[in-house]
């Protein structure tokens, strides 16, 4: 994503007090440990964060780590590659829940939506979805790997019509992550949602500046209003983003 121009203090600061409480703080390098996910749960308490996402077998950890918090749990399943075993991805979902995930964050099969096969993505996203019961899903598009807007649609709208709570832009793993482009295109099939339930979007993949946060808040402001924008709509997905955030509000928090 092209850097955006830096802003004003001022305005910057506006945009880190909106982003804080929206950031999902993350961890998924594969050199990941216990002592660093006690110390990712201990920085989302303490900045008091939306969630915390983490590889699966950190759940219970986190559990333990966050207990008495607001902060949610959230992990990855299907992550990073998008295979197309449903029974394999559900497995991971229930063993997540049962160590205690509140959200779950799976990749859609998106090899097999490129090669036609629509319905092998929207079979797993129902499947995890019937497991999930009251947990959140977030279904990850992986929209790097999406050759046009048009693809990126179909994807979005498949997967809430499968019974997605978020549509999420990517893993973070390919060469090309978030983009507007893309998060905007999601925005506007969630505008068009005709379901019953909320639904969001999550933005995540190369997000580290103030600047980054305020291009996809922009975003959300301008296709969905400006009060759309809270947690139980829009996640910040970001590992670094909490650094420049915290460096921006300093003391003024």
Not at 6 to 32: G, K
Not at 96 to 114: H, K, M, Q, S, T
Not at 166 to 171: A, D, G, N, Y
Not at 187 to 207: D, F, H, N, P
Request: proline share 4%.
């Amino acid at each position: 994503m092209k850097q955006a121009d830096p802003l004003h203090p001022s305005d910057a600061a506006h945009i880190a007090r909106r982003a804080l409480p929206l950031l999902d703080l993350t961890d998924l390098t594969e050199t990941c440990t216990s002592d660093a996910v006690e110390a990712l749960c201990a920085r989302a308490r303490t900045n008091a964060v939306a969630a915390v996402c983490v590889w699966p077998r950190f759940v219970a950890l986190a559990g333990r780590v966050l207990a008495g918090s607001d902060v949610r749990i959230a992990t990855v399943v299907n992550f990073p590659d998008g295979a197309d075993d449903t029974a394999a991805a559900v497995a991971e979902t229930r063993a997540a829940i049962a160590d205690g995930a509140d959200e779950i964050d799976l990749v859609l099969p998106y090899r097999a939506l490129l090669n036609g096969e629509a319905a092998t993505a929207r079979t797993m996203v129902m499947a995890v979805r019937e497991v999930c019961h009251d947990r959140l899903l977030k279904v990850i598009l992986e929209t790097g790997m999406l050759p046009d807007i048009a693809m990126i649609t179909q994807a979005s709208q498949l997967s809430l019509e499968a019974g997605a709570d978020f549509i999420k832009t990517s893993t973070g793993k390919t060469p090309v992550s978030a983009t507007p482009e893309a998060a905007e295109a999601m925005l506007t099939v969630i505008r068009e949602w005709g379901g019953t339930r909320t639904v969001g979007l999550k933005v995540s993949g190369g997000l580290r500046r103030v600047e980054d946060a305020a291009t996809y808040l922009a975003a959300a402001d301008r296709i969905m209003g400006p009060d759309w924008a809270r947690s139980a709509t829009f996640r910040l997905g970001a590992s670094s983003l909490l650094d420049d955030l915290t460096r921006v509000l300093g003391s003024d928090r």
